[in-house]
Nanobody, 121 residues
């Protein structure tokens, strides 16, 4: 069974950077749509970045210009480069993948367990 595993989270000061990774374990799969979601304490899940097909990317307004989503199809790995981090970026970050794109995390058949990002002021 395919599983997605996130890594790269941690604690950083405001203005700093982190790079999240999402790797697939199990067997080699190539998905049409891969995305990053996050959930801050007491808030709903927020879709922050999506990569559709080989390179079509979209971003939430809250991260556009600061975060960059990319993938390595050969390794079925997904990345999220996060720059100029702010305290309100503090959240659990999840990767997700499927054969189509959706707005909700639960839409995606394959979802990781999350990695925590904490940004201090």
């Amino acid at each position: 069974q395919v599983q997605l595993v996130e890594s790269g989270g941690g604690s950083v000061q405001a203005g700093g950077s982190l790079r999240l990774s999402c790797a697939a374990s199990g067997y080699r799969v190539s998905w049409y749509c891969m995305a990053w979601f996050r959930q801050a304490p007491g808030k709903d899940y927020e879709k922050i970045a999506q990569i559709e097909g080989p390179e079509k990317t979209t971003y939430a307004d809250s991260v556009r210009g600061r975060f960059t989503i990319s993938k390595d199809p050969a390794k079925t790995a997904l990345f999220l480069q996060m720059n100029s981090l702010k305290p309100n970026d503090t959240a659990m970050y999840y990767c997700a993948a499927d054969t189509a794109c959706g707005d909700a995390l639960l839409f995606y058949t394959y979802r990781g367990q999350g990695t925590q990002v904490t940004v201090s002021s």
